[in-house]
């Protein structure tokens, strides 16, 4: 189960880095995004035509939800180990177990969300680029 516990706290480590240098990278562009995101995001999900400044905020907008996918991981990994780890002597508790059910649900159901837009947005054309450059 440690095993469990460091593999999640990697995964964050990574994640947390490569999201604050592609914030970094276009702090200018999310800044003149601002509000427009939002929209572009109703416009991607409900399948209307997206104009070619709409899709530069597009773009923004799936490289954002693509780097919060690792989140929903880490989430899940560290339901599990708060479920299954011994403490005590016991595997654990109803509360235990529930809790960690609670968390390990709310990531599962946040990934699909963010999964399925980001097919959305795939489907329409709209293709991030590396997170890692």
Sequence with gaps: MTALLFVAVALAVVNTILTVRWRRRN??????????MRRVHKA???????SEEDRRVAVLEV???????????????IA??????PHDGE????F??????????????????????????????IHPRPLWR
């Design 27 to 36: 702090r200018k562009e999310l800044a003149t995004a601002g509000y427009e």
């Design 44 to 50: 991607v999900q409900l399948g209307k035509p997206i």
């Design 63 to 77: 490289e954002q939800c693509l780097s919060s996918l690792p989140t929903a991981v880490v989430g899940f990994l």
């Design 80 to 85: 599990v180990y708060f479920a299954l780890t």
């Design 91 to 94: 595997a654990g508790s109803t």
């Design 96 to 125: 235990r177990y529930a809790v960690g059910g609670l968390f390990a649900a709310f990531a599962v159901v946040g990934f699909v969300i963010q999964s399925r837009y980001l097919l959305t947005a795939r489907r329409r054309g």
